[in-house]
Each structure stands twice: as structure tokens, then as C-alpha cells.
């Protein structure tokens, strides 16, 4: 059952069996996001707090990626200034969800598929899975809180590799380095997920919200309080001389290849 529909297709959202799954379905540009994609996304993350049938939300991306992060003509015709944008709405949303998040990870999570999973509780990836965070090469910042999510659960020196040099992940480095679960072959990610989300489900559900929040819930203000530093300076930054010219060189580049 589909419960809250993309106009375009490029999000499916089904409920069974107590976990909404919610598939990034963009493959031809592995499952870039756009304003649409967002609205969707935090729509459906709100509307699982409140549907009483669901338990766990399921994360994943068709077509062998996760999400080469936002589509930047897409994000620059729509830049995420307001702190009611879409991009704002679903951070907001991923980071205040009370059912457990599980999220799986195939191929490249670029950007905020990376960041995203700082706010997921279970996270799975395949070998090739690449986590990749090149907000610093655009003249801009981290998001999703993550300046202070990261560097808490991998350290500071492993945090500024990842958002000073922008040096991506591998799935079985970020597995060691504690940013995911467990590595496991494609053609089993995505039923090693949904038996993790099932068995999530299974359990008492008011005892499983109250867990989650209060794992999560020490942290909350200053996460919050994080996203909003991060999304005034990203703003800023965005319309710098420095960005404009990493966004230029970046469509050029992109461009020569073809």
C-alpha cells in the first residue's frame, strides 16, 4: 500500500507488516534528490510518527545506489534557505523520528546520504558502498547536524578526514569505524535490512519509541540547535564567490566527461 505518493514515482513508500519502506527510486541518476524527492521524504518520516500500524521505517535505494546526494541544477534552482525548505523539513524530520530508522546502503551515499544515516539506528552496507561527504570541495559546510554527530561517534581526526579532505568511506571502513552495522553482499542487503526492521517490529512498540528516545533524547537540543548553526552558515556560504566557483568548475568537469 502505497501511503504517501511522489508525484514522479521517484519515491516509494509502501506499509507491511509494521515497517514503511521508503525506496529512493531515481536509478538513472542514482536517486539524486530534489525538492520533490525531499517533500516526499518528510512527509512520509512525519506521517510514521503518527500512523499507529507502523513500528520501523526502512531506508534503502534502488538500482545498486543509496544516493549520489542532491541534484545540484535542481538544488541551486531551489537553494534550501528557508528554514521551512524541503531539505530543512526532512533533516527536521529524519532527526526528530520516534520509530527506529534502519537504513540500507548500497553504492554511493553522497552528501546528505551520508549524513542522513547519523540519525538512522540501524545502518547496513555492501562492500561498494561509498560514503562520501564533498560538502568542503563546493565551499560549503556539513548539514543533518553532522558536524557534531560524526566526529562524537568516529572521533575528531576520522570526522575531519571525512569533512576536511573529503575522503570517502568504504562500506567495510565505515563498518570499522562504527558508522554501520554490518557489511553484507548485494543480493543480500536488503533482506538482512528487512529481517533487522522485522524483528525490530516484533518488539513492544511503546517500549521501543521510549528506548529510541531515550538513547537519542540527551542529545536532541544540541542537535537541533547544530542543524540550525549549520543551515544559516550553509546558506551564507552558498552564495560565496568561493561555492560559485566550485559549482562552476564542478558542471565543467561533469560536462568534459559527457
Given at each position: 500500500m502505497t501511503t504517501v505518493p511522489s508525484t514522479t514515482g521517484h519515491v516509494l513508500v509502501e506499509d507491511a507488516d509494521g515497517i514503511r519502506s521508503i525506496t529512493l527510486n531515481r536509478p538513472d541518476k542514482r536517486n539524486a534528490l530534489t525538492v520533490e524527492i525531499y517533500e516526499t521524504l518528510a512527509a512520509a518520516l512525519a506521517d510514521a510518527d503518527r500512523a499507529d500500524g507502523v513500528r520501523v521505517v526502512l531506508i534503502a535505494g534502488a538500482g545498486g545506489a543509496f544516493t549520489g546526494g542532491n541534484d545540484l541544477k535542481d538544488f541551486l534552482n531551489n537553494p534550501p534557505i528557508a528554514e521551512d525548505s524541503a531539505v530543512s523539513r526532512f533533516l527536521q524530520a529524519i532527526a526528530t523520528c520516534a520509530v527506529p530508522i534502519v537504513a540500507a546502503v548500497e553504492g554511493p551515499a553522497v552528501g546528505v546520504g551520508t549524513t542522513m544515516l547519523l540519525h538512522c539506528d540501524l545502518v547496513y552496507a555492501t562492500p561498494d558502498a561509498r560514503l562520501h561527504l564533498p560538502f568542503i570541495d563546493l565551499g560549503l559546510v556539513p548539514e543533518a547536524g553532522s558536524s557534531l554527530l560524526l566526529p562524537k561517534l568516529i572521533g575528531h581526526q576520522r570526522a575531519a578526514q571525512m569533512l576536511m579532505l573529503g575522503e570517502p568511506l568504504s562500506g567495510e571502513q565505515a563498518a570499522a569505524v562504527g558508522l554501520v552495522n554490518a557489511v553484507v553482499p548485494s543480493a543480500d542487503l536488503l533482506a538482512t535490512a528487512r529481517a533487522k526492521a522485522a524483528a525490530l517490529a516484533a518488539k513492544p512498540p511503546g517500549a521501543l519509541r521510549r528506548t529510541k528516545a531515550?538513547?537519542?533524547?540527551?542529545?536532541?537540543?544540541?542537535?537541533?540547535?547544530?542543524?540550525?548553526?549549520?543551515?544559516?552558515i550553509f546558506g551564507e556560504l552558498l552564495r560565496s564567490p568561493e561555492a560559485v566557483a566550485a559549482f562552476q568548475a564542478f558542471f565543467m568537469k561533469a560536462a568534459a566527461k559527457g
Open positions: 531515550l538513547m537519542r533524547g540527551h542529545d536532541r537540543e544540541a542537535v537541533l540547535a547544530t542543524m540550525a548553526t549549520e543551515g544559516r
